[in-house]
């Protein structure tokens, strides 16, 4: 596709299940971001993938949080053991980065994820 | 590490009026500036950013943002609101000289422009 693809656009989860959040980025993009934000609330970072290199992780709020980016493009969030304070919309972003490319990043639409 | 600071969280203008959304940053190389919109209920997107030459840039929906160096600041401006310019503006920066740096985000500012 032309742009940020995430899925599910809205997850409804019973506290404690835990949940999987996809992003496709664009095509040839080589960082990817996820983010978390409350509602009007700013984003919250909370991991960095860039090309072959160990991705940052230093945004993750918890242990229940992980993310994986499979063959450098799909990447996968998963929430174990979801609290109520998780629930929020989850953005992933991809960028192209090094030589000429700039970085500016193009945002999917998001997961909203709600706790019950 | 690279950081940036948006002072106010939130800014009201009249419509017609001229806006200003504040933005420094730091940064310990040369910096890529950038600023996003996030309308209503909708997703992120990008509006403009800084690489190199011309300290003013222009972007979309008539905006543009003035680099300024000594200050280390990269404030969003535009002549004239519209109320459709009402929404949530995030800017951020990159270290130019670490090829595969990540973008920094400010805490963002909400911009409301009344009738």
């Known amino acids: 596709g032309a742009g940020v693809s995430q899925s599910p656009s809205n997850k409804v989860t019973e506290k404690g299940k835990d949940v999987e959040l996809r992003c496709d980025p664009i095509s040839g993009h080589t960082a990817l971001y996820w983010y978390r934000q409350s509602l009007g609330q700013g984003l919250e970072f909370l991991i960095y993938?860039?090309?072959?290199?160990?991705?940052?992780k230093s945004g993750l709020p918890s242990d229940r949080f992980s993310a994986e980016r499979t063959g450098g493009s799909v990447s996968t969030l998963t929430i174990q053991r979801t609290q109520q304070e998780d629930s929020a919309v989850y953005l992933c972003?991809?960028?192209?980065?090094?030589?000429?490319?700039?970085?500016?990043?193009?945002f999917g639409e998001g997961s909203r994820l709600t706790v019950l | 590490a690279q950081s940036v600071a948006q002072p106010e969280d939130q800014v009201n203008v009249a419509e017609g009026n001229p806006l200003t959304v504040k933005c420094t940053y730091s940064v310990s190389g040369n910096p890529y500036l950038f600023w996003y919109v996030q309308y209503p209920n909708r997703g992120l997107q990008f509006l403009l950013k800084?690489?190199?030459?011309?300290?003013l840039v222009k972007g979309s929906y008539g905006f543009e943002a003035e680099f300024n160096k000594s200050q280390t600041s990269f404030h969003l401006k535009k002549p004239s609101a519209l109320v459709s310019d009402s929404a949530l503006y995030f800017c951020?920066?990159?270290?130019?000289?670490?090829?595969?740096?990540?973008?920094?985000f400010g805490d963002g500012t909400t911009l409301t422009v009344k009738p």
């Open positions: 800084y690489i190199t030459g011309d300290n």
């Open positions: 972003a991809s960028s192209q980065q090094g030589g000429a490319n700039t970085g500016e990043l193009f």
């Open positions: 951020a920066v990159r270290d130019v000289n670490t090829n595969a740096g990540k973008s920094t």
């Open positions: 993938f860039q090309g072959n290199s160990a991705p940052d």
